[in-house]
């Protein structure tokens, strides 16, 4: 990251959605989307602003614990988003939203999300692992070594991510296991905005979850044809959190097979304490030698 570019101010400047004023059946927002040297959306970009979009039509002391999404189609980040919200329900304690990404007349990502108002009852979480190293105990990736593409998404990215153990960017090390563990944060603070926190916790669970199918087979990201796209994405808040603060994102694959892959993920707070759950299925195209 060089002086000159602020990968966070453009991460925040995404989120700040604007009321397009529209009033029909639905509420109108509309975004714009970061630079990216791939030339399509990062997907956490979108679901992060659909939650925006969605939570935009709540009072503020009523929040998102669960979304559902479908990636639809590949979003050009030249192009605006217009997102379409349609209020489904409002009950006592709960709320639902559909909220819909759209470029150039068509849907490139559609989601159903849930609100709830806080409320006591039962509480357990599953314990972070035992024996993770201490964030400033592992290395940055050495965006130097990089193929081109992949170096300019490290040093733009607003995310400081380290991974427990080897990356999967240009080779894979170690054991291929479908599990790993990966230290995640803003690369600076944020303020304190809850609903910013948990939109920009939706930017980072899109991040790396993929890589626990590569990793199971050896496979790097570097390799020649390679093909991976998210195909659906669900996640469920269970605590607050900051995401300028360090998170450990624990994830693993129980299952590919038919060229999709199933990964999942847990979100700690460095105390360990459980802030989110995620679940999504990747396309995976590895060329056959």
């Known amino acids: 990251m060089t002086d000159a570019i602020d990968p966070v101010a453009s991460l925040l400047a995404v989120l700040d959605l604007r009321d397009a004023g529209a009033r029909t059946t639905e509420d109108i927002f509309t975004g714009v989307s970061q630079a990216m040297p791939t030339g399509r959306v990062y997907g956490g970009q979108v679901l992060a602003q659909t939650i925006v979009a969605a939570s935009r039509t709540l009072p503020p002391e009523r929040t998102v614990h669960s979304m559902h999404g479908y990636f639809l189609r590949p979003g050009d980040p030249a192009d605006g988003i217009t997102f379409s919200v349609d209020r489904i329900h409002d009950g006592r304690s709960f709320s639902t939203r559909r909220t819909q990404a759209f470029q150039a007349g068509v849907p490139i990502f559609s989601m159903i999300a849930s609100f709830q108002d806080e409320d006591p009852g039962l509480e357990h979480f599953e314990p972070m692992p035992e024996g993770i190293p201490q964030p400033e105990d592992t290395a940055p990736v050495d965006a130097e070594s990089l193929h081109p ?16 153990g080897s990356s999967v960017y240009a080779t894979v090390e170690g054991p291929h296991v479908p599990r790993q563990a990966v230290w995640m944060k803003l690369r600076r603070t944020v303020g304190d905005d809850p609903a910013v926190h948990r939109a920009a916790l939706a930017y980072l669970s899109d991040l790396t979850i993929q890589e626990t199918i590569l990793r199971a087979h050896g496979v790097a990201w570097s390799a020649p044809g390679l093909r991976v796209a998210s ?47 995620v679940a999504q299925e990747v396309m995976v195209r590895v060329p056959r030698e």
């Open 149 to 164: 593409i992949s170096r300019r998404l490290l040093s733009e990215s607003p995310v400081d991510v380290r991974h427990v």
């Open 231 to 277: 195909l659906d994405h669900a996640m469920w808040w269970h605590r607050a959190a900051r995401v300028d603060d360090w998170l450990l994102y624990v994830q693993e694959s129980p299952n590919a097979r038919g060229g999709r892959g199933l990964s999942t993920g847990r979100i700690y707070t460095r105390e360990g304490v459980l802030v989110a759950s």
